[in-house]
C-alpha cells in the first residue's frame, strides 16, 4: 500500500510493505510469496541462487600481511555466527532470499544501547514487514543520510510500529525504482522513489502467470480426462446398416478390455470375431505446446536471476562440461557481483577504509575455480620454464621478463 500524508508544505510517502494494486495490477508481496511457495520454477531457481550465495566464504584480512585475523573481536564473531536463529550459511541464503523475492534486503546489526561497536548479531529482516519513509524533498542533493528517512518495523499481526536506528541498518536493494501515483491529482503520474528496490518478479509476472496457467490445464486434461476413445460396433447387416449393441454384449467387451494392457497378466493382443471400430477422443497434450511454453518462460526467469538454464534439472541433452561452464559463468555474472556489493556494504558500515583490516568473500574454495587455480598453477609453471630459459641464454631481458609475468598478475 502507498499512503500520502500531508505535513506542512510536504508530502510524506510510505511505502508499506504491502504493494497495492496501484503497482503492477495487483501485485503485492503476499503475491510474490505466493509465487515463490507455488510456482516450481520460480522456487527452483531463486533458491538455486541463494544456495550459490551462500557457500561464500566469509573471513576478515590484515591489509599488510593479507593473513586472516581469528581472534575473537564481535565484529568477527558474528559474520562467523550471525545470530542465534542462523549459521553463515543460513544467513547468506536468507538475504538472498528475500533479495530474489522482494528486490529489497535489510541486514541489521543488534547493537546494545550505549555499547558502541559491541555487535551481539547480525540479522536480516524480512522486506514485507519493513516500512521507509521520506519527504519528497531531493535528497540526492545531500552529501549526508538526510534527517528525515525513517525505517521502521512492523508486524501483521499488531499495528505497532518499531523504529530501526538507520545507524544499524544496511539497506540494498535492485532496481530503485518505484512508480508512486500522485494523489493531488485524479490521474496517475509517474512518480520515482530511489529508496526502495522494486522485486525482480513484478517485471517476470505475465511469465510465471503463463506458467501457472499451464500447469493449471495439464492438471485439467489429468483430472477430467475421461475416456480415452470410442469402441463401438462395425458390424453390417443385409443392407449395410450397422447394428446397436445389446447391454450384454457391452458388459462382456466392457469386461474384456480390462484383460487388455501392459502388465504381466494382462494380454497384448486383441482376437476377436467382432467387427469393432475403434476411434480416439482423448488430447493430445503436446499439440498444446504446454511444455514448450512452460521452458520459454523459465528460461525468461533464469535471464533475470543470473541463473543459466542448463543448471536446471529439467533441462536436457546437457553435457558435464557444459553444466560445468554455466556454473562458472553463473558465479561471474551473478553471483560473485552480487557479492561484492553485500561484501562492500559491510566494509562501508563498519569503515574499514580507516582500519588496518578489512572483509573479503571468496569462492576460491569450490570445485569449479580450484580447477582455475590449478590450471593456472600449470600455465605459471610452463611460463616461469619458458622465461627461465630465455633469460640465461640471453634471448629476453630482466623487463621482458617482468613484464611477461605481469600478464598473469604477477608482479603488479
Not at 561484501?343 to 574454495?365: M, P, Q, V, Y
Amino acid at each position: 500500500m502507498v499512503k500520502a500524508e500531508k505535513e506542512g508544505n510536504a508530502w510524506w510517502m510510505t511505502m508499506l510493505g504491502e504493494k497495492s494494486g496501484e503497482i503492477w495490477g495487483e501485485q503485492s508481496y503476499e503475491q510474490y510469496i505466493k509465487y515463490f511457495i507455488e510456482v516450481p520454477e520460480v522456487n527452483a531457481i531463486i533458491n538455486y541462487r541463494a544456495r550459490a550465495e551462500s557457500m561464500v566464504n566469509i573471513s576478515i584480512v590484515s591489509k599488510s600481511t593479507g593473513e586472516e585475523i581469528k581472534n575473537n573481536e564481535p565484529l568477527i564473531r558474528i559474520l562467523r555466527n550471525p545470530n542465534w536463529l542462523q549459521t553463515q550459511t543460513e544467513f547468506f541464503r536468507q538475504t538472498s532470499l528475500f533479495r530474489s523475492i522482494f528486490g529489497n534486503e535489510y541486514l541489521y546489526l543488534l547493537t546494545p544501547t550505549g555499547r558502541g561497536t559491541n555487535y551481539r548479531g547480525l540479522f536480516t529482516l524480512p522486506s514485507q514487514n519493513i516500512y521507509v519513509k521520506c519527504k519528497t524533498k531531493r535528497f540526492y542533493l545531500e552529501s549526508e543520510l538526510p534527517d528525515d528517512v525513517e525505517y521502521v518495523f512492523k508486524l501483521d499481526c499488531d499495528d505497532v510500529e518499531y523504529p530501526i536506528d538507520i545507524k544499524d541498518l544496511i539497506h540494498l536493494s535492485d532496481n530503485r525504482i518505484t512508480y508512486l501515483p500522485d494523489k493531488e491529482t485524479t490521474q496517475l503520474k509517474e512518480r520515482i522513489n530511489y529508496l526502495y528496490g522494486t522485486s525482480p518478479l513484478a517485471s517476470l509476472t505475465p511469465a510465471i502467470k503463463n506458467i501457472r496457467v499451464a500447469y493449471e490445464a495439464r492438471n485439467i486434461l489429468i483430472e477430467n480426462r475421461g475416456a480415452i476413445g470410442i469402441l463401438s460396433n462395425d458390424s453390417k447387416d443385409g443392407i449395410g446398416g450397422v447394428g446397436p449393441m445389446n447391454q450384454e454384449e457391452k458388459i462382456k467387451l466392457q469386461n474384456d478390455w480390462k484383460s487388455y494392457g501392459l502388465t504381466k497378466r494382462q494380454w497384448q493382443i486383441i482376437i476377436t470375431n467382432l467387427s469393432l471400430r475403434w476411434q480416439q477422443i482423448s488430447m493430445d497434450i503436446d499439440k498444446l505446446k504446454l511444455f514448450e511454453e512452460i521452458k520459454e518462460d523459465t528460461m525468461k526467469l533464469c535471464d533475470v536471476y543470473g541463473v543459466p538454464y542448463e543448471l536446471l534439472g529439467n533441462s536436457t541433452g546437457v553435457t558435464y562440461e557444459n553444466k560445468k561452464e554455466a556454473k562458472r559463468q553463473m558465479y561471474q555474472d551473478a553471483i560473485i557481483p552480487s557479492t561484492i556489493e553485500r561484501i562492500g556494504a559491510l566494509n562501508k558500515k563498519f569503515d574499514t577504509e580507516n582500519k588496518s583490516w578489512e572483509i573479503i568473500g571468496s569462492f576460491d574454495h569450490l570445485p569449479i575455480f580450484q580447477e582455475n587455480i590449478k590450471e593456472r598453477a600449470q600455465s605459471i609453471t610452463l611460463l616461469c620454464t619458458g622465461l627461465n630459459k630465455a633469460f640465461q641464454d640471453g634471448a629476453i631481458s630482466i623487463d621482458d621478463y617482468k613484464k611477461e609475468l605481469s600478464k598473469f598478475g604477477i608482479g603488479k
